[in-house]
């Protein structure tokens, strides 16, 4: 089991743009958060995990700006070749939005594997 803190106002994915001369890419807001949360999971893993994994995360906002999915998306996305060679990985997921006023923003993430 590991579990680590994400620092700093969480993200929400963000759909991916179409760009002026046709090319997709993905928002720099999003692009950013998903490095932090790389950097953060980093400091944890060694490796990534082979194998089926369980997933909690906890949002803490001091106001609603996304819908919960799509800060997990960004987390998850994150976490790709850090925690997990690939989100598919993560076959159970447990995950809570708190927004209030004052809180410290941040997202807790507990990463454990599953036995098969």
Excluded: C, H
Excluded at 35 to 43: F, P, S, Y
Excluded at 51 to 57: F, K, T
Excluded at 70 to 82: E, F, R
């Amino acid at each position: 089991m590991v579990a680590f803190v994400i620092p700093g106002r969480p993200v929400p994915k963000q759909r991916p743009r179409l760009g002026k001369q046709g090319q997709i890419y993905t928002p720099k807001e999003t692009k950013a958060y998903e490095q932090t949360v790389g950097r953060a999971g980093r400091q944890v893993f060694k490796k990534p995990y082979n194998g089926p994994v369980s997933l909690q995360v906890k949002v803490y906002l001091t106001a609603p700006r996304g819908d919960l999915d799509n800060y997990i998306k960004s987390i998850q996305d994150g976490l790709n070749q850090v925690a997990w060679r690939d989100d598919r990985q993560v076959i159970r997921l447990k995950a809570g939005l708190f927004v209030r006023r004052g809180v410290q923003e941040r997202a807790e993430v507990l990463i454990q594997r599953i036995l098969e």
